[in-house]
């Protein structure tokens, strides 16, 4: 069964890729009750991690699915403004890699580590599941941190970890990091929308925001700034006082935390009348993806709007063009402007990099970034096929901070 509910927005809460999966999964609404008393308890809770281990299994297949597809050509866009990596000497050692399940499922990992001891055949790459603030690993990857992980990190290390921009998150592969897609019911007659209007129509007034773990008021907005009927944004006729009817994910998951921080510039305050949808288990015992219900409800609302990848797209939904922040020139979802970031709801992948008291990364550990951000890395980006990479100036600003 699908559930839909409205909340308001100060329910929510920060979490890891790796906690967000097991929250994701065990907070599935599963009408499981059994009888009263403890017997039936029991029996809820063994009923729950049965639904959670399922949802587990299938989260992983689905991953593993593409996880060795090339969903785009190895020869797509030419890296050679990028620069080539050369060894100046040659290194040994071993560099710690943790939480990086993407990349080794993927083909990338295995391209870096063959290539780099191409150079330096000493190295030796060693894999766990720890995280960064353990201190047991140099590196790890994965989505944006949260708050809750930079405020970890700074409270266990005193210090923040470096962040390193790897690749542009995919175009509309899912599980890899796809860009935001727009979509409205098919007989809206909107022709796009920016930034600023959909943070009065997702958004609420808000105070300010976070930037990292620290608190600022750059966020900060009123109740003027909301977006809640139609003709707010010029549709007249049928459309005037039709409230627009926000759909999105439940927010305690993980991945409206990246649409909090391109589109509310770090804000965490939501519509109040939001409806979220979960990845749940049917009666029948399959999945429903929280993309395809939410999108589907757009389909058959003709008020709706949803934030998605553009996997979820559906012939009853058309999705829109976006202009930047402070911008009305709209730009289309495509492939290009995607991997050249202009439009701008794109995502990014991270590494997470060990740093000193003294803010240095330890050199052979600078020495595998470089590479990672060189043309041979950001090339065994593309022979994969589904995240993108880099451009020239994004690279660039990366290698400033290794520097």
């Given at each position: 069964m699908l559930q839909r509910a409205a909340i308001r927005s100060g329910n929510r809460a920060s979490c890891s890729s790796r906690a967000m999966l097991s929250s994701l999964l065990l907070a599935a609404s599963l009408a499981l009750a059994g009888p009263a008393g403890a017997g039936g308890a029991k029996q809820d809770e063994a009923a729950l991690q049965r639904a959670?281990?399922?949802?587990?299994?299938?989260?992983?297949?689905?991953?593993?699915?593409?996880?060795?597809?090339?969903?785009?050509?190895?020869?797509?866009w030419d890296l050679s403004d990028l620069p080539e990596y050369r060894a100046e000497r040659r290194l040994g050692g071993t560099i710690r890699i943790g939480k990086a399940k993407y990349l080794r499922l993927s083909s990338v990992m295995e391209q870096w580590e063959a290539e780099f001891r191409k150079f330096h055949p000493e190295v030796v790459f060693e894999h766990s599941q720890h995280d960064l603030v353990t201190g047991l690993v140099d590196i790890v990857q994965q989505r944006g941190y949260t708050f809750a992980e930079w405020q970890q990190s700074q409270l266990v290390q005193g210090r923040y970890p470096l962040e390193i921009e790897m690749s542009t998150g995919a175009y509309d592969v899912p599980g890899y990091?796809?860009?935001?897609?727009?979509?409205?019911?098919?007989?809206?007659?909107?022709?796009?929308?920016?930034?600023?209007?959909?943070?009065?129509?997702?958004?609420?007034?808000?105070?300010?925001?976070?930037?990292?773990?620290?608190?600022?008021?750059?966020?900060?907005?009123?109740?003027?700034k909301n977006i809640r009927t139609w003709d707010q944004l010029g549709l007249g006729g049928d459309w005037v006082g039709k409230e627009i009817n926000v759909n999105g994910r439940p927010l305690k998951y993980h991945i409206q935390l990246y649409f909090e921080r391109k589109v509310f510039d770090g804000g965490s305050i939501w519509n109040e009348n939001k409806r979220e949808w979960a990845h749940q288990l049917q009666e029948d015992g399959t999945r429903a993806l929280s993309s395809v219900s939410m999108v589907g409800a757009v389909g058959a609302d003709r008020y709706g709007i949803v934030y998605a990848d553009l996997n979820s797209n559906i012939p009853e939904v058309k999705y829109?063009?976006?202009?930047?922040?402070?911008?009305?020139?709209?730009?289309?979802?495509?492939?290009?402007?995607?991997?050249?970031?202009?439009?701008?709801?794109?995502?990014?992948?991270?590494?997470?990099?060990?740093?000193?008291?003294?803010?240095?990364?330890?050199?052979?550990?600078?020495?595998?970034l470089r590479y990672v951000l060189s043309r041979q890395g950001q090339q065994a980006i593309q022979n994969d096929g589904k995240w993108l990479p880099l451009t020239a100036k994004v690279v660039e600003e990366q290698l400033g901070k290794i520097e």
């Open positions: 959670a281990e399922q949802l587990v299994a299938d989260h992983l297949k689905s991953v593993g699915k593409r996880s060795r597809q090339q969903f785009y050509a190895a020869d797509r990091t796809p860009a935001f897609a727009i979509f409205v019911n098919k007989d809206n007659p909107v022709k796009g929308l920016s930034i600023d209007q959909l943070d009065g129509i997702f958004g609420g007034a808000r105070t300010g925001g976070f930037n990292r773990h620290v608190w600022t008021t750059a966020p900060a907005r009123g109740r003027d829109l063009p976006i202009a930047p922040r402070g911008s009305s020139d709209y730009v289309e979802l495509t492939l290009d402007n995607v991997r050249e970031r202009r439009y701008p709801l794109f995502l990014e992948n991270y590494l997470y990099v060990q740093q000193d008291k003294d803010g240095k990364v330890p050199p052979l550990v600078a020495e595998f």
